[in-house]
């Protein structure tokens, strides 16, 4: 009987199920969208029971759909949106509240009260304070909704990342979460891997609320839910990480970016923690059980594939995606339009949430075509961005890219990044490597697989791009880039 691998890829916008081959062959998925809840400006929050009734019927569809047996199932990874916050009631299983999403800034307030502490929080979890993580999101949650502190003193109400969420519903009532989702709380010490007592008194959470810390890879329990077969839980990573995982970026100086809503580069530091100089994060990149952790260094590019979106439905430049590749080329250039789309401030290495987006540049004979390019090429100038500032942190010149994730089907946007870093950008052959990555983690824990060698043989190459402009080109266009980033800094106040 043939034997297969499942990976709950819970993202942002919706849940998937897909089911991997030993071989790394995707089977069979199904994925389902969830609703974006805007309550105010700057909020955005998720139904986390609609997600969890989505979880369940992405499952139970993929199952029907391939004609698979649960039987056949040897464990599940999880991998989900990291920093997106849920509190719930441990007896009753319902939410005191939707979760906060990783893009909400509504803990704008909270961060600014907390800069005295700044350079605390960086030393010992890594990350600078910003709206971004899961600890300010707390905070709000117990100091806005009515009745939830004593729940939580108590001990009846707990928190997870989306992980966890599913992880406790999955197993009939586990509380747990890996040491990658741990790492974006801004709640966990780098160094001992645990829920630190300092930061939770500067923020006022009380620990008993908080998950178990495991490693990525692990038998963590098995599923209570639905099937008739208990499977192991078996893998976790929040989704960088995962795709980082994924990537087999297994050795010190291998850097991976995901190309999705946003961007996100991360760069294996080995076991050694590495604190930013220039405003990236230090977080965990994975653990293996029972093996020391694995650390990197990682760069956010707030708004990338979303940019398209955006200029599909609010501008009507194009009818769908794909379309904007063949807009932008009709022309050689940006016909010196940049567009820096910091619609909610811009994350690394800037952290400016006073930015605003902007489109510079502009004159008589700029058309819809430059435009469209220049929505392409600000993900790669963002990524430059963040890639300049990994390389001076770490020390390492770093001479190849993993790239995987929606927009790199774009070849246009691939050249571009080669052209601007002026290093080879390559594409995996799958490109869900995100699932992958939590696939692989669930599959050495039962030892579906042996070890991490073994998972680098499955990776392999679907193109590649080296940069084909000159080096003063390629200076005077990031120059420009950069010019255009300082006007876009601080609009509002």
């Known amino acids: 009987m043939k034997m297969f691998i499942g990976a709950i890829d819970q993202g942002t916008t919706s849940t998937r199920f897909i089911l991997f081959d030993h071989e790394s062959n995707i089977v069979a998925s199904h994925q389902i969208e969830h609703k974006q809840i805007f309550p105010k400006a700057g909020w955005v929050e998720h139904d986390p029971l609609e997600i969890w009734k989505n979880t369940k019927q992405v499952i139970e569809t993929t ?54 502490n700044e350079k605390l929080f960086q030393q010992k979890t890594g990350l600078l304070i910003a709206t971004y993580f899961s600890g300010p999101k707390i905070k ?3 100091d806005n909704v009515k ?29 747990l979460t890996d040491v990658t989702n741990a790492s974006r709380t801004m709640l966990m010490n780098l160094k001992t891997l645990d829920w630190d007592a300092e930061l939770l008194g500067i923020l006022d959470i009380p620990r008993k609320m908080l998950p178990e810390i495991c490693s990525s890879s692990g038998i963590y329990g098995k599923t209570k839910f639905g099937f008739e077969n208990e499977i192991p839980i078996s893998g976790i990573l929040g989704d960088q990480q995962a795709a980082l995982f994924g990537q087999t970026c297994f050795q010190k100086g291998d850097v991976k970016n995901t190309y999705g ?29 029972n093996e020391k952790p ?14 398209i979106q955006w200029v599909r439905d609010n501008l ?9 590749d063949e807009l932008a080329a009709m022309v050689d250039d940006n016909g010196g339009v940049y567009f820096v789309p910091a619609f909610s401030g811009l994350f690394a290495p800037h952290w400016n949430s006073g930015a605003r987006g902007t489109i510079i540049g502009l004159t008589h ?32 010149k770093i001479m190849k890219l993993k790239v995987d994730g929606g927009m790199t089907n774009s070849k246009l946007l691939m050249q571009f990044q080669a052209d601007i870093l002026n290093i080879t950008v390559v594409a995996s052959k799958i490109a869900e490597t995100t699932a992958l990555g939590a696939t692989y983690a669930a599959g050495l824990a039962v030892g579906f697989w042996k070890d991490t060698n073994e998972l680098q043989k499955f990776w392999k190459e679907k193109q590649s791009w080296n940069s084909k402009i000159t080096k003063d080109k390629r200076i005077k266009l990031y120059n420009k880039w950069q010019n255009a980033v300082k006007r876009s800094l601080n609009w509002e106040k």
């Not at 939707?98 to 009260?113: E, H, Y």
């Not at 009507?316 to 904007?324: F, V, Y």
Request: aromatic share 8%.
């Open 140 to 142: 709000w949650l117990l």
């Open 365 to 396: 004979f700029a058309n819809k075509s430059h435009i469209a390019r220049s929505v392409l090429e600000s993900t790669a100038f963002q990524t430059r961005d963040v890639f300049d500032a990994m390389q001076k942190d770490s020390g390492l």
């Open 294 to 307: 694995v650390y990197a260094l990682e760069g956010s590019v707030a708004i990338a594939g979303s940019l």
């Open 261 to 289: 809503t946003g961007c996100f580069i991360l760069l294996n530091t080995g076991n050694e923690i590495v604190h930013s100089q220039n405003g990236l994060l230090t977080t965990v990149g994975y653990q293996i059980q």
């Open 147 to 175: 009745g939830l502190r004593n729940a939580a003193k108590n001990g009846n109400a707990i928190f997870g990342n989306m992980d966890s969420w599913i992880t406790w519903n999955l197993t009939g009532g586990k509380h």
């Open 316 to 324: 009507n430049l194009i009818k769908d995606a794909p379309e904007i």
């Open 63 to 116: 199952l029907q759909k391939s004609e698979i047996s649960d039987k056949q199932i040897v464990a599940i990874g999880i991998t989900n949106q990291r920093e997106t916050t849920v509190i719930w009631n441990k007896k009753t299983g319902k939410p005191y509240h939707n979760a906060i999403v990783w893009q909400d800034t509504r803990t704008d307030k909270i961060c600014k009260s907390l800069k005295n």
